[in-house]
């Protein structure tokens, strides 16, 4: 079993920056590839980023390409997404994911992750 706790989240103006965490309890954190998804009012959740467990591959949205960048620091259990240039467009709860499947590459889509965390809000304000 694993579980994920997100932080990091907030208000921040458009063309700011924020970083959001993800902390994993779990031996084989290291051994999962991670995601970030989101999920705006109205709307159905979105891929936004994904890494391999060997951090070799990283995965992003074609609307976040650019400005987002996905991390892993596997000796500290955690996840990293570090948000730059926000657009009110990326206002949204923002949770992570852990596929613990998925060996050497990292999945686009929510159905490949086992476990999620309870997400963390994301507001961009104009």
């Known amino acids: 079993q694993v579980q994920l706790v997100e932080s990091g989240g907030g208000l921040v103006q458009a063309g700011g920056s924020l970083r959001l965490s993800c902390a994993a309890s779990?031996?084989?954190?290291?051994?999962?590839?991670m995601g970030w998804f989101r999920q705006a009012p109205g709307k159905e959740r979105e891929f936004v980023a994904a890494?391999?467990?060997?951090?070799?591959?990283?995965y992003y949205s074609d609307s976040v390409k650019g400005r987002f960048t996905i991390s892993r620091d596997n000796a500290k259990n955690t996840v990293y997404l570090q948000m730059n240039s926000l657009e009110p467009e990326d206002t949204a709860v923002y949770y992570c994911?852990?596929?613990?499947?998925?060996?050497?590459?990292?999945?686009?889509?929510?159905?490949?992750?086992?476990?999620w965390g309870q997400g963390t809000q994301v507001t961009v304000s104009t």
């Open positions: 890494i391999s467990w060997r951090r070799s591959s990283t």
């Open positions: 779990g031996r084989t954190f290291s051994s999962y590839a």
């Open positions: 994911a852990a596929d613990p499947d998925t060996l050497y590459s990292a999945s686009v889509r929510a159905g490949a992750y086992d476990y």
